[in-house]
């Protein structure tokens, strides 16, 4: 068994979402899709959502060079319905878990065995797909978000348990 990073997101967080915005992060081309009227769908070149069989709770989310799992947690310690990720604690790991709770609000425990917030972000605009505008505003979001930086990674080396 070894030392996990938990990124847990607030359970406005869908997916698709998800899976796009790490994919981005990690250096995804970027693609726009025109859905007809005015809308635009942006897309993580190799993003995807796969269900797993199994574990009617859980999804895989895959995304350029690699794949986590996606847990949907109905007995979070503090967020009702969160969405919990738990990729091993890694610099780049730890980079993109701060990312994703800057954009969806959430915590980040570096490392599992600690039981500790670490970094917390609750201010942030929920993006609810639901009106026409948050998706047009979600889509202009997507396409403006930037990959990783080398400094934000390195930045994150000494909350790693590994390199």
């Given at each position: ?101 800057d954009i ?16 917390y972000n ?37 909350f790693a348990?590994?390199?």
């Open positions: 068994m070894g030392v996990d990073t938990r990124i847990y997101l607030k359970p406005n967080a869908t997916a698709g979402q998800i899976a796009d915005v790490i994919g981005i992060l990690k250096g995804a081309k970027k693609t726009k899709i025109n859905k007809g009227k005015s809308f635009e769908s942006v897309n993580a070149e190799g993003s995807k959502v796969e269900s797993i069989e199994c574990c009617p709770t859980c999804c895989r989310i895959i995304f350029k060079g690699g794949a986590w799992m996606l847990h949907y947690e109905s007995e979070c310690k503090s967020i009702l319905g969160a969405r919990l990720l738990m990729p091993r604690s890694f610099a780049e790991a730890i980079a993109i878990g701060k990312r994703l709770v969806f609000g959430g915590y980040v425990e570096y490392q599992d065995y600690e039981d500790a917030i670490d970094y609750d201010l942030v605009k929920i993006f609810t797909l639901n009106d026409d505008n948050d998706f047009d505003l979600w889509q202009k979001f997507l396409w403006k978000l930037k990959p990783l930086t080398k400094k934000e990674i390195k930045d994150c080396k000494k348990a590994y390199d």
